[in-house]
């Protein structure tokens, strides 16, 4: 059973910093492509990130520019820091492991299993 952990997140005025990180049990981490998504009080679960196993990486519109996803295989752990955050980016933030179950996609919540607890992101306007 994997098991992950996030953690990173805190309270940040507007166009400041956060790094979170995603840290997984197992030794077969190098082979996992991890996402990253993020739900808001009252919204839907939405698709922040991700990163295949081989290290291509996907982002939604709104963070392009402003976050980056990586890993580090060493340390089965991945990461996504944030810069010029903004109110909207408030949520809590939550990493999963992509199945790719049928008809599913890396931005889709349903191609992910194994989530993990999630770590609260607050920007401050």
């Known amino acids: 059973q994997v098991q992950l952990v996030e953690s990173g997140g805190g309270l940040v005025q507007a166009g400041g910093s956060l790094r979170l990180s995603c840290a997984a049990s197992g030794r077969a981490f190098s082979n996992y492509d991890m996402g990253w998504f993020r739900q808001a009080p009252g919204k839907e679960r939405e698709f922040v990130a991700a990163?295949?196993?081989?290290?291509?990486?996907y982002y939604t519109d709104s963070v392009k520019g402003r976050f980056t996803i990586s890993r580090d295989n060493a340390k089965n752990t991945v990461y996504l820091q944030m810069n010029s955050l903004k109110p909207e980016d408030t949520a809590v933030y939550y990493c999963a492991i992509y199945v790719g179950f049928s008809g599913s996609s890396y931005y889709t919540s349903t191609g992910y299993d194994y989530w993990g607890q999630g770590t609260q992101v607050t920007v401050s306007s």
């Open positions: 990163t295949t196993w081989s290290g291509t990486t």
